[in-house]
């Protein structure tokens, strides 16, 4: 795969518009079209469709996006991370959108060192960065092996069906859920979708696919659809938000035993913990 038509599209996708990102790029607008229909021919995929006189993305081109858009920064960044100092002045948390919003005033008020980065990740890609030093500890309930990675369970939390009081029947056996478009692989709970429903073992009807968390919030608050997420989560949310719009919980189809997630702390192996890791494992102790 060529890595140039890669980073021409990523632009192309940040940028909105090939007039845009051929001026960023400093080609000629056929010569982009051109290279991402060459994209597409070498994946077998349609990444962009018309809208009007411009082009968007399709979810196979947003899917695309996201797993490529890391892998083609760490290629841009081989020479400046070898030839980089090994030593960092930030200590670096990753994890995915569940942990780095409505878990970020938790764990600012229990993690007393100063400088904090926080990346955001889906499962397999927060291992990988582990892995290769990129990240310094993770937070997942999600957990995907990964050679020289370990998990250490620091708390349970409990999952749950929620949606806005009286916007569905709680004896409909087929309500419609808004779902996490990334998907998940490689997990030991054969689990393939970001909020950790066991759609293999409990089928549930797709209305609604976003990549934001806020998305699938706000969704739900509309009384449009229903969202598997922790109940932290939720109760955080209601916090801020006015009453009419506060989610409640409905039936869930998963036994309530299942549906209490482990949610780890993921290093190196070999690697003592220190008391940034300590700070964290208190932080989420208190959810």
Do not use: M
């Given at each position: 795969m060529d890595i140039d038509r890669?980073?021409?599209?990523?632009?192309?996708?940040?940028?909105?518009?090939?007039?845009?990102?051929?001026e960023i790029l400093k080609i000629s607008q056929p010569a982009l079209s051109k290279a991402i229909k060459l994209l597409e021919s070498e994946t077998g995929l349609r990444l962009t469709q018309r809208e009007g006189r411009g082009l968007i993305l399709t979810e196979?081109?947003?899917r695309f996006l996201q797993t490529v858009e890391p892998l083609l920064?760490?290629?841009?960044?081989?020479?400046?991370?070898?030839?980089?100092?090994?030593?960092?002045?930030?200590?670096?948390?990753?994890s995915?959108?569940?942990?780095?919003?409505?878990?970020?005033?938790?764990l600012l008020k229990?993690?007393?060192f100063g400088s904090l980065v926080?990346?955001?990740f889906v499962p397999g890609q927060l291992e990988k960065s582990i892995e290769q030093k990129r990240t310094d500890a993770g937070i997942t309930y999600l957990p995907i092996p990964t050679p020289r990675v370990v998990f250490k369970e620091a708390t349970k939390i409990t999952m749950g069906?929620?949606?806005?009081?009286?916007?569905?029947?709680?004896?409909?056996?087929?309500?419609p859920f808004v779902v996490p478009l990334a998907p998940v692989e490689g997990t030991p709970s054969k689990v393939v979708g970001l909020d950790g429903w066991p759609d293999h073992e409990f089928p549930r009807k797709f209305a609604y696919r976003v990549v934001l968390m806020q998305s699938a919030i706000e969704i739900c608050s509309q009384g449009l659809a229903l969202v598997y997420l922790p109940d932290?989560?939720?109760?955080?949310?209601?916090?801020?938000?006015?009453?009419?719009?506060?989610?409640?919980q409905y039936p869930c189809a998963i036994p309530e035993k299942q549906r209490r997630q482990s949610v780890y702390i993921v290093h190196r192996q070999g690697e003592k913990e220190g008391p940034e890791i300590r700070a964290i494992a208190k932080a989420l102790r208190s959810l």
């Open positions: 890669v980073r021409y599209f990523c632009i192309f996708s940040k940028a909105g518009s090939i007039t845009q990102a051929s196979a081109g947003i920064n760490s290629w841009l960044n081989i020479g400046k991370d070898i030839t980089q100092p090994t030593v960092n002045e930030h200590f670096r948390i990753g995915f959108e569940v942990f780095t919003t409505y878990f970020l005033s938790v229990n993690y007393p926080l990346q955001e069906v929620f949606g806005i009081k009286g916007a569905f029947d709680a004896q409909k056996a087929d309500p932290f989560v939720v109760n955080l949310y209601n916090q801020k938000a006015a009453p009419k719009y506060h989610l409640v």
